[in-house]
């Protein structure tokens, strides 16, 4: 198993430990790939991230994400390919855009934005997701559950 | 059958051998999804994507009457096909199918049971909520077009464009450069069966040519790609060949080509001519001319002298042709060798070497070898006499350019000329000492030749009005007008005492000198003013025996007089008095006695950019001067409007500098027919600005009098920055000017001080032909082609067409195979190597030219001496299996290693070392290639090279090389002399990979290279469907990999085309027209334009074909009136909640 010392995984937590959840709205043609190829590779990963296949970041409607933290998500990522790749041309730039304004949002709302992470990751960065959602499972374990935020 | 109403769901959970049930706890997945909701039945199977378990599937739908399915299983990108097939086959829409990916994103990557089941489970939990919203989908059908693009003319993009046309269909062949074959056409030698590569290359490149249905399109770039698969537009342009394909091949060009840049198909080894063939077997074999960009001489130039083609003609020794270039747009070749400020030598790459090339001196010393050997220069008449007549108004630079481009056009043409003596500002202006009388009689002796009547002594506003030029009276009748009558007023001061006798303005002055008029020069003499007229004056009156003083305001630096001028002026002993300016004529009796001065000092920069002197208070003071020459600026005269305005309204109009207001781009006047140039619109220019305005008046005229619109013009501005695109090197494949050797420029031989102040002889004396052929070898021929025309003239078939332009084609094709290859790794990286210090330091690339009997050498194994070397070093891994530059083998390099030591061997009878990490003879044939190389003698050494060094021999001379490396096989330092060292480097992607990429939606590997669909399933596919790759642009390869993966590519595009249709995905927007509210909103977010506004339904409309079910229009419509199919709000959501289920 490769497992490089940056993107190490905690080791595991006592089971009555809080474990955060986290859903990631992967999109189908850089970033999927890119966590199929860390799989492919054995790269490990923190399991409390959740993938969810959306074809192009652009499809990311605000609501997803404010619905997730409703429903109990400690934290969400949104992965697209890098700028200028974009399998749809633009697709990530909308994103892009929208979530800059999500942000604003969230934090209006008394939660800390930190717990939306737009990356960039490409078909061949698996070890790239992999960092990402160790980094994510991290910084959401330091920020607590979400019902301390509201 | 399967109901596809209230949903019954059957989950299989599959175990994957080990691969998921090792991690993930499948039972216990299992058993939380029995017990959610709507699930009919769930099971766990070892292996759900074999035929047993596809069974089950199908089983459940005819028999539990499940209409929902759940595989919890490897990636969607693996076996969802196979699903959907599974449950099509029991009659289940495919699209009623959802995978729960708990392999790749699960088990794989997770090494704690408990909570990889967890998140499991969770996954499975989200597949179950989202396939109960699942709608039937159809997917929609294409047509495929059957022709085919592939990109690249090397061996891969050969072969399977062979493959695919043989088959019957249309290609289209894509290649960057001027022949197809690639790098392989490159080669000598290919291992391990040392066949020639051109003689199992060119066969195939000859019969590419003769495949009726293969389009070869060289030169040419893929700029964008649009549409999808089967049906795919794409713009491709064709860069100009400036041959046709009338060309024969015989290569009478090549002979005459004056130009030598070096050869990147020789690995630049050796230098070739700018009209060429790559190689002999070239295809196709027409020439074509490397023409990266106009030299910046030319580009500087206001007339577009070809200036590098006369330059490069010289270095040749071929006087008689460049006069004849010279004249073809110079109508004033012998004025403009003298005098011309020669903006082409500011823009000269070389003085990004050294000194600017002495152009100028060129262009005198090939007019004066004309003279010399050619008395009566003939023009090339015009093939046919135009009626229409032109009038130009003033023999000056731009009214003799405006007539010799109109003469040549055919058209009748009269100067009229004020003076007795014709060419303006040349004839009254120009000191003798810069410009002798012979010399511009000669110039118009030429113009005369071509039919331009001149006359003298005919004075606008006085003997004639411009009224009577465009009327039908006797010897006028004109069709349009030429204005070029310049400025020569010279502008006063604006002091007291200016009208006392003895003050002159600068331009009058050197007219009655000039005209022979009287004139009397005092023996002080002032000059106010520090332009080049200024300093003719100055200098003139140095020959009437005057003391000289020239009164600036300012200082040198902001002078604008030319440097030649001002030293050959300080020579000749005129004083300057900088930072002085009168403000006072003194007067007595009438006559000058001298000036009151007042001494500056500079202020804040002005308009004009230059620092605004200020006057020093207290500082008057009188200066004693006898006569007084005001040279600060001139203006055109406008008296002659006064008595000879034209009737016709609108009449002409001036500016406040009593200059014509004319349209800046025709130089037409409010009066049509009549256009003007030259310093009547510019103000005091220089010669050769106004033989551009005189060019450009020629053009506006043909255009008027051909009734064409007055735009489109393609005679030259120059840019006021010329030369931009030479920045680093003069030529995409030259060494970069810093590197380049330093050479002096030729200074031009003066007449002495002594001799020069005894009469008006000419001062410059010219350069002899072996300085002018050295200075004219200096020229570095940028952009490659100087536009000499050589190759024109010598062309027998005409085939030379230097005006072809970029062509852009559009087309459409149904499947795209990219193999545009790699390039080498840049071995000077590894400065330790010596790679570009080192002469006999060479890449594999270079000895593979060398070896190859087109080469540089011949096929002869030569030091840069020119001896055989007595031992050849071999460094394999250079630039790969690398840390610092490249981790990846390069495959092909051990086996060229082994090649070139066996060809060192058979053409040398040097010894041969091998240093190298570790063999890898892993190709059919290989390993007894190996084994033939060890017997034959060469020594093996285990090692990574440290370092290359020059070296001594015991006696002090005997240069050569050291090769340091430990040998790791004998656990030893050594090392060991050789001559040459030849580094096998690393392939890598091409520079601009990622620009590739972008067009052709490709991804790529953390290499570089472009990134396959499966590494071991679907090496040529891409995950673009439709797009393919092979050969090294996908990773390095040898050969015959190269080839079987072109076939293998072939193949797949066969399939298609054959199969003659694609299914396309039904992922797509569709609109609730209910729902939408016509905000527009979708329409500017799509990027393939599939949207339209039905205006009158007032609704947004999907086009079907085009939408690729991005989603973009969906997140985004206020009114959520769009649903992406597949992929809806509702089952995202969906999803999302049976994820984040309490679980349980």
């Given at each position: 198993m490769v497992?490089t010392?940056e993107?190490?995984?905690?080791e595991a937590?006592?089971p009555?430990?809080?474990?955060p959840?986290?859903?990631?709205?992967l999109?189908?043609?850089?970033?999927?790939?890119?966590?199929d190829?860390?799989?492919?590779?054995?790269?490990?990963w923190d399991?409390?991230?959740h993938?969810?296949?959306?074809m192009c970041?652009?499809?990311?409607?605000p609501?997803?994400?404010?619905?997730?933290?409703?429903?109990?998500?400690?934290?969400?990522?949104?992965s697209?390919?890098?700028?200028g790749?974009?399998h749809?041309q633009?697709?990530n730039?909308?994103?892009?855009r929208r979530?800059?304004?999500l942000?604003?949002?969230l934090?209006?709302?008394?939660?800390d934005?930190q717990?939306?992470?737009l990356?960039?990751?490409?078909?061949?960065?698996g070890?790239?997701?992999?960092?990402?959602a160790?980094e994510m499972a991290?910084?959401?374990?330091?920020l607590?559950?979400m019902r301390?935020?509201a | 059958?399967?109901?596809?109403?209230s949903p019954?769901i059957?989950?299989?959970?599959?175990?994957c051998?080990?691969?998921?049930?090792?991690?993930v706890?499948?039972a216990a997945?299992r058993?939380?999804?029995?017990?959610r909701?709507?699930?009919?039945v769930?099971?766990?199977?070892?292996f759900?994507?074999s035929?047993?378990g596809q069974?089950?599937?199908?089983?459940?739908?005819?028999?539990l009457?499940?209409?929902?399915v759940?595989v919890?299983a490897?990636?969607?990108?693996?076996?969802e096909p196979?699903f959907?097939?599974a449950a099509?086959a029991?009659g289940?829409n495919?699209?009623l199918?959802?995978?729960?990916n708990i392999?790749?994103?699960c088990?794989w990557v997770?090494?704690?049971?408990g909570?990889?089941t967890?998140?499991?489970t969770?996954l499975?939990?989200?597949?179950?909520?989202r396939v109960a919203l699942h709608?039937p989908?159809?997917a929609?059908r294409?047509?495929?077009t059957p022709a085919?693009l592939?990109v690249?003319?090397?061996?891969?993009?050969l072969?399977?464009?062979?493959?695919?046309t043989?088959a019957?269909?249309e290609?289209?062949?894509?290649?960057?450069?001027?022949?197809?074959?690639g790098?392989m056409a490159?080669?000598?030698?290919t291992?391990p069966?040392?066949?020639c590569?051109?003689?199992i290359?060119t066969p195939k490149?000859?019969?590419?040519?003769?495949?009726?249905?293969?389009?070869m399109m060289t030169?040419?770039e893929?700029e964008?790609?649009e549409?999808?698969v089967?049906?795919f537009?794409?713009?491709v342009r064709?860069h100009?060949r400036y041959?046709t394909?009338d060309?024969?091949?015989?290569?009478?060009?090549?002979?005459?080509?004056?130009?030598?840049?070096p050869?990147?198909?020789n690995?630049?080894?050796?230098?070739?001519t700018?009209i060429h063939k790559?190689?002999?077997?070239a295809?196709p074999?027409?020439?074509?001319?490397?023409r990266?960009?106009?030299s910046?001489?030319?580009?500087a130039c206001?007339?577009?002298q070809n200036a590098?083609g006369?330059?490069?003609?010289?270095?040749?020794g071929r006087?008689?042709?460049?006069?004849?270039l010279?004249r073809?747009r110079?109508p004033l070749p012998?004025?403009c060798g003298?005098v011309?400020y020669?903006a082409?030598?500011?823009?000269c790459?070389r003085s990004?070497v050294?000194e600017?090339?002495?152009i100028r001196?060129l262009?005198?010393?090939v007019?004066d070898w004309e003279r010399?050997?050619?008395?009566?220069p003939q023009?090339?008449?015009?093939?046919q006499?135009?009626?229409?007549k032109v009038?130009v108004?003033?023999s000056?630079?731009?009214?003799l350019t405006?007539?010799?481009?109109?003469a040549q056009?055919?058209?009748?043409?009269?100067?009229?000329e004020k003076?007795?003596?014709l060419?303006?500002?040349l004839?009254?202006?120009?000191?003798?000492y810069?410009?002798?009388?012979?010399i511009?009689e000669?110039?118009l002796?030429y113009i005369r030749?071509?039919?331009?009547?001149?006359k003298?002594?005919q004075?606008?506003?006085k003997t004639?009005s411009?009224?009577?030029?465009?009327?039908d009276a006797?010897?006028?009748?004109?069709?349009?007008?030429?204005?070029a009558i310049g400025a020569?007023?010279g502008?006063?001061l604006?002091i007291?005492?200016?009208?006392?006798e003895?003050?002159v303005?600068g331009?009058d002055?050197l007219?009655?000198i000039?005209l022979?008029l009287?004139?009397?020069?005092g023996?002080?003499?002032a000059i106010v003013?520090?332009?080049n007229?200024?300093?003719d004056?100055?200098?003139?009156?140095?020959?009437e025996?005057?003391?000289?003083?020239?009164?600036?305001?300012?200082?040198?630096?902001e002078?604008?007089?030319?440097?030649?001028?001002f030293?050959?002026a300080?020579?000749e002993?005129?004083?300057?008095d900088y930072l002085t300016a009168?403000?006072?004529?003194?007067?007595?009796?009438g006559r000058v006695?001298g000036?009151?001065?007042v001494r500056?000092?500079?202020g804040?920069?002005?308009?004009?950019?230059?620092?605004?002197?200020?006057v020093l208070?207290?500082s008057?003071?009188d200066?004693?001067?006898?006569t007084?020459?005001?040279s600060?600026?001139q203006?055109?005269d406008?008296?002659w409007?006064g008595?000879?305005?034209?009737?016709a309204k609108?009449?002409?109009?001036f500016?406040k500098?009593?200059?014509?207001d004319?349209?800046p781009?025709?130089l037409a006047?409010?009066v049509a027919?009549?256009?003007?140039?030259?310093?009547v619109v510019?103000?005091?220019a220089t010669?050769v600005?106004s033989?551009g305005?005189?060019r450009?008046?020629?053009?506006a005229i043909?255009k008027?009098?051909?009734?064409m619109?007055l735009e489109?013009?393609t005679?030259?501005?120059?840019?006021a920055?010329?030369?931009?695109?030479?920045?680093?090197?003069?030529?995409?494949?030259?060494p970069?000017?810093?590197?380049?050797?330093r050479l002096?420029?030729?200074e031009?031989p003066?007449r002495?001080v002594a001799?020069r102040?005894?009469?008006?002889?000419?001062?410059?004396?010219g350069?002899?032909e072996?300085?002018a052929?050295?200075?004219?070898?200096?020229?570095l021929h940028c952009g490659?082609?100087v536009?000499?025309?050589?190759?024109?003239a010598?062309?027998?078939p005409?085939?030379?067409?230097l005006?072809?332009q970029?062509?852009?084609t559009?087309?459409?094709?149904?499947?795209i195979?990219v193999?545009t290859?790699?390039?080498l790794?840049?071995s000077?990286?590894?400065?330790q190597y010596g790679?570009?210090?080192?002469?006999?330091?060479?890449t594999?690339?270079e000895?593979?030219?060398?070896?190859?009997?087109?080469?540089?050498?011949?096929g002869?194994?030569?030091?840069?001496n020119g001896k055989p070397p007595?031992?050849?070093g071999?460094?394999h891994?250079?630039?790969?299996?690398?840390?610092?530059?490249n981790?990846?083998c390069s495959?092909?390099c051990?086996?060229?290693a082994l090649?070139f030591?066996?060809?060192?061997?058979?053409?040398?009878e040097?010894d041969?070392?091998?240093f190298?990490?570790?063999m890898r003879a892993?190709?059919?044939?290989y390993?007894e290639?190996?084994?033939?190389?060890?017997?034959e003698g060469?020594?093996?050494?285990r090692?990574?090279?440290a370092?290359?060094?020059?070296?001594?021999g015991?006696?002090g001379s005997d240069p050569?090389?050291?090769?340091?490396?430990?040998?790791?096989?004998?656990g030893?330092f050594?090392?060991?002399?050789?001559?040459m060292?030849v580094?096998c480097?690393?392939?890598?992607p091409p520079?601009?990979?990622?620009?590739i990429?972008?067009?052709?939606?490709?991804?790529?590997s953390?290499d570089?290279f472009?990134l396959e669909r499966?590494?071991?399933?679907?090496?040529?596919?891409?995950?673009t469907?439709?797009?393919?790759?092979?050969?090294?642009?996908q990773?390095p390869?040898d050969?015959?990999d190269t080839v079987a993966?072109?076939?293998?590519a072939?193949a797949?595009?066969?399939?298609?085309?054959?199969?003659?249709?694609?299914?396309?995905?039904p992922?797509?927007?569709?609109v609730?027209?209910a729902?939408c509210?016509?905000c527009k909103?979708?329409?500017?977010?799509c990027p393939?334009r599939a949207?339209?506004f039905d205006?009158e339904?007032e609704?947004?409309?999907?086009n079907?074909?085009?939408?690729?079910g991005?989603g973009?229009c969906v997140?985004?419509?206020?009114a959520?009136?769009?649903?992406?199919?597949g992929?809806?709000?509702?089952?995202i959501?969906?999803e999302?909640?049976?994820?984040l289920a309490?679980?349980?």
């Amino acid at each position: 198993m490769v497992t490089t010392a940056e993107n190490r995984v905690p080791e595991a937590a006592p089971p009555d430990e809080w474990q955060p959840r986290i859903v990631a709205f992967l999109c189908n043609w850089c970033s999927y790939t890119g966590a199929d190829l860390a799989g492919i590779s054995r790269i490990e990963w923190d399991p409390t991230v959740h993938i969810v296949r959306v074809m192009c970041t652009g499809r990311m409607d605000p609501t997803f994400v404010a619905k997730a933290l409703e429903l109990g998500a400690d934290g969400v990522i949104i992965s697209g390919c890098h700028p200028g790749d974009c399998h749809y041309q633009e697709g990530n730039y909308k994103a892009l855009r929208r979530v800059h304004l999500l942000r604003r949002l969230l934090k209006d709302f008394g939660i800390d934005p930190q717990r939306l992470r737009l990356v960039w990751v490409s078909a061949s960065e698996g070890v790239e997701w992999a960092k990402t959602a160790n980094e994510m499972a991290r910084e959401i374990r330091s920020l607590g559950p979400m019902r301390a935020d509201a | 059958m399967a109901d596809n109403g209230s949903p019954r769901i059957g989950v299989y959970v599959c175990h994957c051998g080990f691969n998921i049930a090792a991690t993930v706890d499948v039972a216990a997945v299992r058993e939380v999804a029995e017990g959610r909701p709507d699930v009919v039945v769930a099971r766990d199977y070892q292996f759900m994507c074999s035929n047993a378990g596809q069974d089950l599937i199908k089983q459940d739908i005819e028999e539990l009457g499940v209409n929902r399915v759940v595989v919890a299983a490897c990636s969607p990108l693996m076996h969802e096909p196979t699903f959907r097939g599974a449950a099509e086959a029991a009659g289940l829409n495919p699209y009623l199918v959802q995978i729960a990916n708990i392999r790749e994103q699960c088990a794989w990557v997770h090494h704690d049971r408990g909570p990889a089941t967890t998140k499991a489970t969770a996954l499975v939990n989200g597949a179950v909520a989202r396939v109960a919203l699942h709608e039937p989908l159809k997917a929609m059908r294409a047509n495929v077009t059957p022709a085919t693009l592939v990109v690249g003319g090397g061996i891969a993009g050969l072969q399977a464009a062979l493959d695919i046309t043989t088959a019957g269909n249309e290609v289209y062949l894509v290649e960057r450069r001027s022949t197809i074959g690639g790098k392989m056409a490159r080669f000598d030698k290919t291992f391990p069966t040392l066949d020639c590569a051109a003689c199992i290359l060119t066969p195939k490149m000859v019969g590419a040519d003769r495949q009726p249905n293969l389009h070869m399109m060289t030169l040419s770039e893929v700029e964008s790609v649009e549409g999808f698969v089967g049906n795919f537009e794409v713009k491709v342009r064709q860069h100009a060949r400036y041959v046709t394909a009338d060309c024969t091949s015989c290569s009478d060009c090549v002979a005459v080509c004056p130009v030598s840049v070096p050869d990147p198909f020789n690995e630049l080894l050796v230098g070739r001519t700018a009209i060429h063939k790559a190689f002999p077997q070239a295809i196709p074999s027409t020439y074509v001319i490397d023409r990266q960009g106009r030299s910046p001489c030319m580009e500087a130039c206001p007339i577009h002298q070809n200036a590098a083609g006369y330059v490069s003609l010289v270095a040749a020794g071929r006087y008689a042709e460049a006069a004849k270039l010279i004249r073809r747009r110079n109508p004033l070749p012998f004025i403009c060798g003298r005098v011309c400020y020669a903006a082409c030598e500011e823009a000269c790459s070389r003085s990004k070497v050294d000194e600017p090339i002495a152009i100028r001196g060129l262009k005198r010393f090939v007019m004066d070898w004309e003279r010399e050997h050619e008395p009566d220069p003939q023009p090339d008449l015009p093939a046919q006499r135009r009626p229409e007549k032109v009038a130009v108004i003033g023999s000056g630079p731009s009214g003799l350019t405006c007539a010799f481009d109109l003469a040549q056009e055919g058209y009748g043409v009269t100067i009229f000329e004020k003076h007795d003596k014709l060419g303006g500002m040349l004839a009254v202006g120009l000191p003798g000492y810069r410009c002798p009388r012979p010399i511009l009689e000669r110039d118009l002796d030429y113009i005369r030749k071509l039919g331009v009547d001149m006359k003298t002594g005919q004075e606008l506003g006085k003997t004639f009005s411009l009224d009577d030029l465009l009327s039908d009276a006797p010897g006028f009748g004109f069709d349009a007008v030429f204005l070029a009558i310049g400025a020569h007023r010279g502008l006063p001061l604006g002091i007291p005492g200016e009208d006392a006798e003895g003050v002159v303005s600068g331009v009058d002055y050197l007219r009655t000198i000039n005209l022979g008029l009287p004139q009397t020069t005092g023996k002080r003499v002032a000059i106010v003013g520090g332009g080049n007229t200024a300093l003719d004056a100055a200098r003139t009156a140095r020959r009437e025996h005057a003391e000289v003083t020239v009164l600036y305001r300012r200082t040198r630096s902001e002078m604008p007089a030319e440097e030649d001028e001002f030293a050959d002026a300080v020579a000749e002993g005129v004083r300057f008095d900088y930072l002085t300016a009168p403000i006072e004529v003194l007067v007595r009796d009438g006559r000058v006695s001298g000036l009151r001065c007042v001494r500056m000092e500079l202020g804040e920069p002005d308009a004009s950019g230059r620092p605004r002197p200020v006057v020093l208070p207290g500082s008057e003071h009188d200066r004693p001067f006898d006569t007084v020459i005001v040279s600060i600026s001139q203006s055109p005269d406008r008296d002659w409007y006064g008595n000879g305005s034209p009737s016709a309204k609108p009449a002409l109009a001036f500016t406040k500098w009593n200059t014509l207001d004319v349209d800046p781009q025709s130089l037409a006047t409010p009066v049509a027919g009549v256009f003007a140039g030259g310093d009547v619109v510019l103000g005091p220019a220089t010669v050769v600005e106004s033989m551009g305005q005189g060019r450009r008046g020629a053009e506006a005229i043909h255009k008027f009098l051909s009734g064409m619109a007055l735009e489109g013009f393609t005679s030259h501005m120059p840019p006021a920055q010329p030369g931009l695109g030479f920045e680093e090197r003069p030529y995409l494949h030259s060494p970069t000017y810093s590197k380049m050797e330093r050479l002096p420029r030729a200074e031009m031989p003066k007449r002495s001080v002594a001799e020069r102040l005894t009469d008006y002889g000419e001062v410059d004396l010219g350069f002899t032909e072996e300085e002018a052929k050295r200075e004219a070898l200096r020229c570095l021929h940028c952009g490659a082609c100087v536009e000499c025309r050589s190759c024109e003239a010598a062309c027998p078939p005409k085939a030379v067409d230097l005006e072809m332009q970029d062509e852009i084609t559009t087309l459409e094709v149904g499947q795209i195979l990219v193999a545009t290859g790699y390039e080498l790794f840049d071995s000077s990286q590894i400065t330790q190597y010596g790679y570009g210090r080192y002469d006999n330091v060479v890449t594999g690339l270079e000895f593979e030219r060398m070896l190859n009997s087109t080469g540089p050498t011949a096929g002869q194994v030569l030091l840069k001496n020119g001896k055989p070397p007595r031992a050849v070093g071999i460094v394999h891994c250079v630039g790969s299996r690398d840390e610092k530059y490249n981790v990846y083998c390069s495959r092909t390099c051990c086996m060229a290693a082994l090649k070139f030591a066996h060809l060192v061997k058979e053409r040398t009878e040097a010894d041969v070392y091998e240093f190298y990490i570790d063999m890898r003879a892993f190709g059919k044939g290989y390993e007894e290639f190996y084994q033939r190389v060890l017997r034959e003698g060469t020594t093996m050494i285990r090692g990574k090279v440290a370092e290359v060094v020059p070296a001594l021999g015991q006696n002090g001379s005997d240069p050569h090389l050291l090769i340091r490396c430990e040998d790791t096989l004998i656990g030893k330092f050594r090392e060991i002399p050789v001559d040459m060292v030849v580094l096998c480097s690393a392939l890598e992607p091409p520079k601009d990979a990622a620009d590739i990429a972008r067009v052709f939606s490709l991804s790529r590997s953390p290499d570089g290279f472009f990134l396959e669909r499966h590494p071991k399933l679907d090496p040529v596919g891409t995950t673009t469907d439709g797009v393919y790759v092979a050969g090294c642009s996908q990773g390095p390869k040898d050969i015959p990999d190269t080839v079987a993966q072109a076939q293998a590519a072939a193949a797949r595009i066969l399939t298609l085309i054959s199969r003659g249709e694609v299914t396309i995905p039904p992922i797509r927007a569709v609109v609730n027209e209910a729902l939408c509210g016509g905000c527009k909103t979708c329409i500017g977010l799509c990027p393939y334009r599939a949207i339209h506004f039905d205006s009158e339904a007032e609704v947004a409309r999907v086009n079907e074909a085009l939408c690729q079910g991005c989603g973009t229009c969906v997140a985004a419509c206020p009114a959520s009136a769009i649903t992406g199919a597949g992929f809806t709000d509702a089952q995202i959501l969906a999803e999302l909640a049976g994820i984040l289920a309490p679980v349980g």
